[in-house]
């Protein structure tokens, strides 16, 4: 069995799962801990085929380029980072998880900009 890469997510990755999860609960098919196990089952699958789905935008500025998996009505925006000598496998960096109802979900996915590297890591 070979070893996934790490997983990280940014600092804002648990709110905007709450708002999906906030946003299902209201209505009458909505089942939170359902939706909420398709996007643990996504991290996972993500992780184990990081390279599956394609880019499709980048941020030059910071170096990343974003990819998106779709999970039922969600999408999850994420980078991967090549092997390393810090990360040996690569490095999943979750960087947000939207609703489909949104016009745009790579638009305000960003880098954050204090203490916060690109891969997403807190730096010490």
């Not at 990081?50 to 500025?61: D, I, K, Q």
């Not at 039922?72 to 979750?94: D, E, K, N």
Request: glycine residues 6%; hydrophobic residues 35%.
């Amino acid at each position: 069995m070979t070893k996934l890469p790490p997983l990280r997510t940014m600092p804002r990755v648990h709110r905007d799962i709450e708002d999906c999860l906030k946003f299902i609960e209201g209505y009458l098919w909505g089942k939170r801990q359902d939706r909420a196990r398709d996007i643990r089952h996504a991290f996972r699958h993500i992780r184990e085929r990081p390279l599956m789905n394609c880019v499709e935008a980048r941020r030059r500025s910071a170096g990343v380029e974003l990819r998106r998996c779709n999970v039922r009505q969600f999408a999850i925006i994420y980078a991967f980072f090549q092997p390393s000598a810090r990360f040996p496998r690569g490095l999943v960096s979750i960087r947000a998880v939207r609703h489909w109802r949104v016009k745009n979900v790579f638009t305000g996915v960003k880098e954050p900009t204090t203490r916060y590297g690109s891969a997403g890591l807190l730096e010490r």
